[in-house]
T-cell receptor
Framework: GQQLNQSPQSMFIQEGEDVSMNCTSS?????WLWYKQDPGEGPVLLIA?????ELTSNGRLTAQFGITRKDSFLNISASIPSDVGIYFC???????????FGTGTRLKVLA | DARVTQTPRHKVTEMGQEVTMRCQPI?????VFWYRQTMMQGLELLAY????????DSGMPKDRFSAEMPDATLATLKIQPSEPRDSAVYFC??????????????FGPGTRLTVL
């Protein structure tokens, strides 16, 4: 099935560093969702974005809905060891039921 | 706090056996999804229900998979007979409704299925 391009695929960072990841699509979405998945668990919703250009924060996480509506970015500031996991983006178009998921960014934090 | 629940969390079975996975969506959510997650394929949509009616199950192998919602608080995914290639993590997700700011999709913890 269709997947969104998400980059980077994986990254190692030092504790305390900021992290950036993004998701791009060839299609326009009305909603962007960002999830984190810990090993052995289901994806947990972190941030939802509904308007082009919207910037939304959740603690140390900040996500932006791209102006073109074809991309989205997630930033994590001052990373900590519990930020380890896989981060997924998902796009949704109003009037449809399908959520298109990114391929995931695997984050590893070095203490 | 409201969350999607799934049982069992883990299931190991032998090829040919029937497997039933259960999901309780968040109360009041009218849209339920079943996904399968593997390393190779990522998250695959298997089935989608709205107001308990199955609207798309084209992602499921029809000969062995079936999905139902006997009532608004229970969704089931059944595999009969199971095969080793069915080994994966199966997620249920629910949405309040697919419109505006109500389309946030919440996932359950998953059922990790191993078919020997």
């Amino acid at each position: 099935g269709q997947q969104l391009n998400q980059s980077p695929q994986s990254m190692f960072i030092q504790e305390g560093e900021d992290v950036s990841m993004n998701c791009t699509s060839s299609s326009i979405f009305n909603t962007w969702l960002w999830y984190k998945q810990d090993p052995g668990e289901g994806p947990v919703l972190l941030i939802a974005l509904y308007k082009a250009g919207e910037l939304t924060s959740n603690g140390r996480l900040t996500a932006q809905f791209g102006i073109t509506r074809k991309d989205s970015f997630l930033n994590i500031s001052a990373s900590i060891p519990s930020d380890v996991g896989i981060y997924f983006c998902a796009g949704h178009t109003s009037g449809t039921y399908k959520y298109i998921f990114g391929t995931g960014t695997r984050l590893k934090v070095l203490a | 706090d409201a969350r999607v629940t799934q049982t069992p969390r883990h299931k190991v079975t032998e090829m040919g056996q029937e497997v039933t996975m259960r999901c309780q969506p968040i109360l009041g959510h009218n849209t339920v999804f079943w996904y399968r997650q593997t390393m190779m394929q990522g998250l695959e949509l298997l089935a989608y229900f709205r107001n308990r009616a199955p609207l798309d199950d084209s992602g499921m192998p029809k000969d062995r998979f079936s999905a139902e919602m006997p009532d608004a608080t229970l969704a089931t995914l059944k595999i009969q007979p199971s095969e080793p290639r069915d080994s994966a993590v199966y997620f249920c997700a629910s949405v309040l409704r697919l419109a505006g700011t109500y389309n946030e999709q919440f996932f359950g913890p998953g059922t990790r299925l191993t078919v020997l």
